[in-house]
């Protein structure tokens, strides 16, 4: 099985900083993707940034400038550091990963990681 670990999040007030990490653990081949997205309550999730296997990065506009993404020299974890947040960023924060894995099938899967919680104080 493929796991998505999670770390960070919690409460901080609008302006300051906050880094998300995510760790991909199992029997894992190939990891295409990796990315957060993001849910506040009563609205649908959205990507916020995501890097692929060559270092390419897309933000969703709302982040850019604020937040980069970055990967580790194997692939296998990803890290999100935010800076100068707004209450607006107020969510739920998800890892994301397309996988390849040794028990998986042939196809990529996309896995998710548990959530953290992000809460900015205005």
């Known amino acids: 099985q493929v796991q998505l670990v999670e770390s960070g999040g919690g409460l901080v007030q609008a302006g300051g900083s906050l880094t998300l990490s995510c760790a991909a653990s199992?029997?894992?081949?190939?990891?295409?993707?990796m990315g957060w997205y993001r849910q506040a309550p009563g609205k649908q999730r959205e990507l916020v940034a995501l890097?692929?296997?060559?270092?390419?990065?897309n933000y969703v506009d709302s982040v850019k400038g604020r937040f980069t993404i970055s990967r580790d020299n194997v692939g296998k974890s990803v890290s999100l550091q935010m800076s100068s947040l707004k209450p607006e960023d107020t969510a739920v924060y998800y890892c994301?990963?397309?996988?390849?894995?040794?028990?998986?099938?042939?196809?990529?899967?996309?896995?998710w990681g548990q959530g953290t919680q992000v809460t900015v104080s205005s």
């Open positions: 994301n990963a397309d996988v390849l894995s040794y028990v998986g099938g042939v196809a990529y899967q996309t896995y």
């Open positions: 199992g029997l894992i081949i190939n990891i295409n993707t």
């Open positions: 890097t692929t296997s060559g270092g390419l990065t």
